[in-house]
């Protein structure tokens, strides 16, 4: 026990004695003091807000006559725009597992003790730049479905009137099978071996079972973002389509 008060007193005396770097502040009160203003000022832009804008009533629901287009609360409608780039299974189960999984898996797929008691962005470049993709990605599908979708779900761009219905896109084609194979195996052959070969330290840090698993979550919500711009800009609906399920 002395031993250890003894560590414990050198360890103070060293924080006394060494000079604080301009970049780091103490927890509390400066970080949590930030925090705070932030909150307040959040809440003061949401009550002006909630006081600028109407929210009507609608009419009351009529099983004879349904809304066009009928769309979710906003915090859902990023995962009814995905509806339309998937099978429902896919886009309504197995994304939002993958997403929850991923984020669990975080903490276990990450072994690097840098940062580890600090909020700094220096230490967690890669993996903090990897999470804001995903975090933005996720409101970029709720800005499409909540502003970009019109009567019968169609993609109207800001430009486009909503007066002029769409019919259901006629150019949608699938990629044939054997393309669909070839082009999801090579995808995913090149995105599993290209970041080893280019960092070799990268793969050993991480080992076999992780450095698989991280970026094979990685590339699908990649893939996610590649179909979503094949499906606006090239028209093709599916990659792969099976018997079972489709990509």
Same mark, same amino acid.
């Given at each position: 026990?002395?031993?250890?008060?003894?560590?414990?007193?050198?360890?103070?005396?060293?924080?006394?004695?060494?000079?604080?770097?301009?970049?780091?502040?103490?927890?509390?009160?400066?970080?949590?003091?930030?925090?705070?203003?932030?909150?307040?000022?959040?809440?003061?832009?949401?009550?002006?807000?909630?006081?600028?804008?109407?929210?009507?009533?609608?009419?009351?629901?009529?099983?004879?006559?349904?809304?066009?287009?009928?769309?979710?609360?906003?915090?859902?409608?990023?995962?009814?725009?995905?509806?339309?780039?998937?099978?429902?299974?896919?886009?309504?189960?197995?994304?939002?597992?993958?997403?929850?999984?991923?984020?669990?898996?975080?903490?276990?797929?990450?072994?690097?003790?840098?940062?580890?008691?600090?909020?700094?962005?220096?230490?967690?470049? $890669?993996?903090?730049?990897?999470?804001?993709?995903?975090? #933005?990605?996720?409101?970029? /599908? @709720? *800005?499409?479905?909540?502003? &970009? !979708?019109?009567?019968?779900?169609?993609?109207?761009?800001?430009?486009?009137?909503?007066?002029?219905?769409?019919?259901?896109?006629?150019?949608?084609?699938?990629?044939?099978?054997?393309?669909?194979?070839?082009?999801?195996?090579?995808?995913?052959?090149?995105?599993?071996?290209?970041?080893?070969?280019?960092?070799?330290?990268?793969?050993?840090?991480?080992? $076999?079972?992780?450095?698989?698993?991280?970026?094979?979550? #990685?590339?699908?919500?990649? /893939? @996610? *973002?590649?179909?979503?711009? &094949? !499906?606006?800009?090239?028209?093709?609906?599916?990659?792969?389509?099976?018997?079972?399920?489709?990509?």
């Amino acid at each position: 026990m002395d031993a250890l008060a003894d560590d414990i007193n050198m360890d103070v005396k060293k924080q006394k004695k060494a000079p604080l770097n301009d970049e780091v502040v103490f927890t509390f009160p400066d970080l949590v003091a930030r925090e705070f203003l932030v909150i307040i000022l959040a809440c003061v832009v949401l009550s002006l807000w909630s006081l600028a804008l109407d929210a009507p009533l609608k009419a009351i629901a009529d099983p004879n006559w349904t809304e066009n287009p009928a769309k979710a609360p906003w915090y859902f409608v990023g995962l009814q725009e995905v509806l339309v780039y998937f099978d429902p299974w896919v886009a309504g189960v197995g994304i939002p597992v993958l997403i929850i999984f991923g984020l669990m898996a975080i903490p276990y797929l990450d072994p690097n003790p840098a940062g580890v008691g600090e909020y700094n962005v220096r230490d967690r470049k $890669f993996s903090i730049s990897l999470f804001m993709v995903g975090y #933005i990605f996720w409101f970029v /599908l @709720i *800005i499409f479905g909540q502003f &970009l !979708r019109g009567p019968n779900w169609q993609f109207y761009w800001p430009w486009e009137d909503w007066a002029v219905h769409k019919e259901a896109d006629q150019k949608l084609v699938n990629l044939p099978v054997l393309w669909g194979y070839v082009s999801l195996a090579g995808y995913f052959i090149a995105g599993l071996s290209l970041p080893a070969l280019v960092s070799r330290s990268f793969y050993k840090k991480l080992g $076999f079972g992780r450095y698989v698993t991280t970026w094979i979550l #990685i590339l699908l919500m990649f /893939l @996610i *973002i590649i179909k979503i711009v &094949l !499906r606006i800009f090239f028209h093709i609906k599916y990659i792969l389509v099976t018997p079972y399920f489709s990509i």
